[in-house]
């Protein structure tokens, strides 16, 4: 494979390398990848995160292990358990589905291609939505957005972020309240990393500030990425969307889902249907990062840790995908349906 250089992925040199996004934003460590075993661990426990950004990491690693050499049943063996890594994001499942297909009818040694294809396909949805999602937003607004879905989740400039990050490089003066999102902190440790690194004006909020800024007419558009979109257009993402959603709907707000096609599946009728990962209870007792880890309740305390949650296609101004903005009406006449 040749060079592929992402801000939190790279293969370089013969080297596949994961920015450790547990030790953002207070150090840069880069984390050799060269085992399934490394790459499940790194995706379960969000080291590498983000719905495309894991779907590259995955198919990046069988383009290693075919050049170094192991056999066909051995690459179908590290797809199968590449793709069960995490259950939502469609993206990993996509990848790798890609990735087989490419086996199937090209062989072992076209995978290290068909993986920078899928590496360079990501930065050009990357690129489209945010072209797209800029033109909607208007000079001095204020976007509030959640988790993070920037160039930590992806290899480009991200989805919503992406959009963020065009609209504030077309000179249109805008403003980002970040959700900090419990429990593992996207927004807090990782969005305003990004903010900060492409100077554009932020301001972190507790996600239960949220509703108080939108009653306040504080906030234009809420923008979020997704983890898997359902043809009738409900989609997952980061837990705390729903709400977010609802409030925006109550208060007549704007809220757009930012995605690249290959978030949609076309073989989930609806969002009921998406599985919902659901993670450690340690995650919500206290938090971990690069400053450490502390627990507030305690140890024994039960918990319900759902790392999603689903967002019904009503609450939904509009999606932006690569290809278009799709509204309502569209959706409703199975733009996302397969055929
Ligand atoms: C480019 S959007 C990615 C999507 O993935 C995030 O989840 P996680 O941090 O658990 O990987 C979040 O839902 C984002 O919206």
Not at 89 to 96: G, H, S
Not at 169 to 190: A, C, M, S
Not at 223 to 246: Q, S
Request: aromatic share 6%; with cysteine; charged share 20%.
């Amino acid at each position: 494979m040749q060079d592929l250089i992402a801000t939190s992925l790279k293969y370089q040199q013969g080297t596949l390398s994961v920015l450790d996004q547990h030790q953002l934003p207070d150090k840069e460590v880069w984390l050799a990848c060269h085992s399934v075993k490394s790459m499940v661990d790194m995706i379960k426990k969000l080291q590498i995160r983000g719905a495309p950004l894991i779907g590259i990491g995955a198919s990046l690693l069988l383009g290693y292990l075919a050049e170094q050499g192991v056999d066909e049943n051995g690459l179908r063996e590290a797809a199968a358990t590449l793709r069960a890594a995490r259950p939502t994001a469609v993206n990993l499942m996509n990848n790798m589905d890609s990735m087989l297909s490419v086996l199937n009818t090209q062989g072992v040694g076209a995978l290290p291609k068909e993986a920078e294809r899928l590496f360079h396909e990501d930065i050009a949805l990357c690129d489209a939505m945010a072209s797209r999602g800029a033109q909607l937003i208007k000079p001095n607004s204020h976007i509030l957005t959640h988790c993070n879905t920037g160039s930590l989740a992806t290899a480009g400039v991200g989805t919503a972020i992406g959009v963020i990050r065009a609209a504030h490089d077309q000179g249109k003066n805008i403003h980002v309240y970040v959700d900090e999102t419990r429990p593992l902190l996207q927004g807090g440790r990782l969005t305003t990393w990004e903010m900060g690194k492409f100077n554009i004006p932020h301001t972190l909020i507790c996600d239960n500030m949220a509703a108080l800024l939108m009653r306040d007419g504080k906030v234009d558009y809420v923008l979020v990425g997704a983890d898997r979109i359902a043809a009738n257009g409900d989609f997952a993402n980061k837990v705390g969307t729903y709400a977010l959603a609802v409030i925006a709907h109550y208060h007549k707000i704007p809220f757009y889902v930012v995605a690249p096609y290959t978030t949609v599946d076309p073989e989930c009728p609806e969002g009921s249907m998406i599985p919902i990962e659901e993670r450690d209870a340690a995650e919500v007792r206290g938090v971990s990062g690069s400053f450490g880890a502390v627990r507030w309740s305690p140890e024994d305390t039960p918990v319900f840790n759902p790392a999603f949650d689903v967002t019904p296609a009503f609450l939904v101004t509009g999606w932006i995908l690569d290809n278009a903005v799709y509204s309502q009406d569209e959706i409703h006449k199975g733009v996302l349906k397969r055929g």
